[in-house]
T-cell receptor, first 113, second 116 residues
Framework: AQSVTQLGSHVSVSEGALVLLRCNYSSSVPPYLFWYVQYPNQGLQLLLK??????LVKGINGFEAEFKKSETSFHLTKPSAHMSDAAEYFCAVTKAAGNKLTFGGGTRVLVKP | NAGVTQTPKFQVLKTGQSMTLQCAQDMNHNSMYWYRQDPGMGLRLIYYSASEGTTDKGEVPNGYNVSRLNKREFSLRLESAAPSQTSVYFC???????????????FGPGTRLTVT
């Protein structure tokens, strides 16, 4: 069975500082990995995804994530936080055969002025 | 193009009452999903429908039933609500994984359900 672990349920960053959200996965086969973002009182939307084409993946709003097979990680970063980045972020995994996603517990990001 | 819509947005039920959550998508997607979101647990899959006419259990199906009414609509029914079903429910849709758009799901705005 595949699973996803997000370290830290809450992260607080200052505006302009680096955002780093951690995600580790366990999977018996090479997975597809995703980051979704949920703004307050909204549904989730796809931020970026890894599908084995390139280990460094760029997404919307300046976010990027790096797939590291040796560390079974897919951490999300943004060089400079903006107030509009305040949201909850979910890492997710799926296998090729099927489209069901398994989500991590989520990390809520607070951005301080 | 409304995407994925859900009704109602909020609902309060008493223990033992029943209700149906409605979901519709206008993106001509084959696959649809129902999730529940609880603090610290992320989203957990309740049921999904890979295509019209098929439904399958997800991770937490107990206490729920679903109906894939047609390609657009996928409803979730609570036959006898329990306080443990207090949660935020999300519907999502996607193209089949064979389209190449693996894992790209489109979510509705959610239904916040409280069972007292």
């Amino acid at each position: 069975a595949q699973s996803v672990t997000q370290l830290g349920s809450h992260v607080s960053v200052s505006e302009g500082a680096l955002v780093l959200l951690r995600c580790n996965y366990s999977s018996s086969v090479p997975p597809y990995l995703f980051w979704y973002v949920q703004y307050p009182n909204q549904g989730l939307q796809l931020l970026l995804k890894y599908t084995s084409a390139a280990t460094l993946v760029k997404g919307i709003n300046g976010f990027e994530a790096e797939f590291k097979k040796s560390e079974t990680s897919f951490h999300l970063t943004k060089p400079s936080a903006h107030m509009s980045d305040a949201a909850e972020y979910f890492c997710a995994v799926t296998k090729a055969a099927g489209n069901k996603l398994t989500f991590g517990g989520g990390t809520r990001v607070l951005v301080k002025p | 193009n409304a995407g994925v819509t859900q009704t109602p947005k909020f609902q309060v039920l008493k223990t033992g009452q029943s209700m149906t959550l409605q979901c519709a998508q206008d993106m001509n997607h084959n696959s649809m999903y129902w999730y529940r979101q609880d603090p610290g647990m992320g989203l957990r899959l309740i049921y999904y429908s890979a295509s019209e006419g098929t439904t399958d259990k997800g991770e937490v199906p107990n206490g729920y039933n679903v109906s894939r009414l047609n390609k657009r609509e996928f409803s979730l029914r609570l036959e006898s609500a329990a306080p443990s079903q207090t949660s935020v429910y999300f519907c999502a849709s996607s193209e089949p994984w064979t389209s190449g758009r693996v894992g790209e799901q489109y979510f509705g705005p959610g239904t916040r359900l409280t069972v007292t």
